[in-house]
């Protein structure tokens, strides 16, 4: 079990390892007991590889104009794929590419790459996902409203063992409430699934104004006799990890728009995404029935 004192959450260029300026690997963590997920984030001023290892991959730019993945798939040919890039993580869904385990490759381009990464043991096919075709949901009401982008959920990708997806909270807006969890297997109703938070945030759409240090918030706490206790104000490149227990709200500081990655997967017999709310919070969901959505959203290019 892990100590008291564990650290789960990381400030920006604490997990920069090597080329990368975020790296997570679930071979040799950052936590006592993380195994599941993993991340790279890296500025593309000089090529970046991957190793042919036993992760699956999910590519795609935060922000830049392109970039083009070079890659070889144990026990096939060499190949490539042009990812379209778009001006920041707030301008709606990029070009994503994936790639299943036992694949090395190379990326090359302009701006900043996401990868996301989980173990797994079964190969998967090559997807390649044009921007266009991203599944874009919004979800909850009022000041509960955010925008989803579902890389790669179990309906929207055939991967082994990774969930992932990308949300945008508009200033002053909430995600991840009412709280919940997947840290149990109930079938059809709960997952089990580590998970990584990736944040950015920017001064909000159409505000003119030279501040600086734009700032979000995010909570999470234990469940059961495990420890988990996470309350930290938030800013770009920071890293917050769940390993168990409740998580959220995630909040964009008013004036400042917020942007997060996320990376899931656990031991469960199935891939799902199954969550229990809080039962605090449940009753927070009737109230989106009586508001509109939040008419800044879609946030796209």
Known sequence: MPSQSQKWF??????????????????SPPAEGWKYTGLRIGTLNKPLTLPADANERII???EGTSAVVEYVVAGGAPASQVLAGRASVFHGPTDQLYLPINTSATITGTGRIAVGETPATVAKPVQFTPKDKVQVAIRGAGRESRQVHNLGMPDTLDADRMVVCEVIVPA????????????????????????????????T???TTSASSPFGYFRGTSADSRPYDVAE??????VALVPYGWHGPAAAGPGYDLYFFNVMA?????RAWNATDHPDQVWIRQTWQSQQTDPRLPYGA
């Open 233 to 238: 104000e938030i800013h770009s490149g920071d």
């Open 60 to 62: 795609f730019l935060l």
């Open 172 to 203: 002053g807006n909430w995600s991840g409430s009412p709280s919940h969890k997947h840290d149990c297997y109930v079938p059809g109703k709960e997952s089990t699934l580590e998970e990584i938070y990736y944040f950015e945030s920017a001064v």
């Open 266 to 270: 656990g031991p469960d017999p199935e």
């Open 205 to 207: 759409r159409g505000a």
């Open 10 to 27: 990381f400030r920006s260029s604490e997990l920069a390892h090597g080329d990368w300026d975020v790296h997570i690997d679930a071979a």
